[in-house]
Nanobody, 124 residues
Framework: QVQLVESGGGLVQAGGSLRLSCAAS????????MGWFRQAPGKEREFVMS????????YYTDSVKGRFTISRDNAKNTVYLEMNSLKPEDTAIYYC?????????????????WGQGIQVTVSS
């Protein structure tokens, strides 16, 4: 059974940084694209960033350009989301997800497995 477990969330002031981790078990992530999504209160889940199977290509939503970085360590079966210059509008539950293919993906239905989510709160 595939499990994805996020960690590293919490409360941070605007302008601060957090690094989220997503540890996978039950399947090696090396054969799959990985992604991060988020859901703010009262809003739909939205795509944040994704990375292909070997980390050679990444894709992001415009609102995080230049501030967030996605990376992966296939040997550790872990994906990371480095978040800098955080803004109050980044407050959300962040979800890690495993794609159905090797490639990056931005649509939720292209992902097969999801983590339980972790809260990130940015205070102004």
């Amino acid at each position: 059974q595939v499990q994805l477990v996020e960690s590293g969330g919490g409360l941070v002031q605007a302008g601060g940084s957090l690094r989220l981790s997503c540890a996978a078990s039950g399947r090696a992530i090396g054969g799959y694209g990985m992604g991060w999504f988020r859901q703010a209160p009262g809003k739909e889940r939205e795509f944040v960033m994704s990375i292909n199977w070997n980390g050679g290509r990444t894709y992001y939503t415009d609102s995080v350009k230049g501030r967030f970085t996605i990376s992966r360590d296939n040997a550790k079966n872990t994906v990371y989301l480095e978040m800098n210059s955080l803004k109050p509008e980044d407050t959300a539950i962040y979800y890690c997800a495993m794609s159905r293919t090797l490639f990056m993906a931005r649509m939720a239905d292209e992902y097969e497995y999801w983590g339980q989510g972790i809260q990130v709160t940015v205070s102004s």
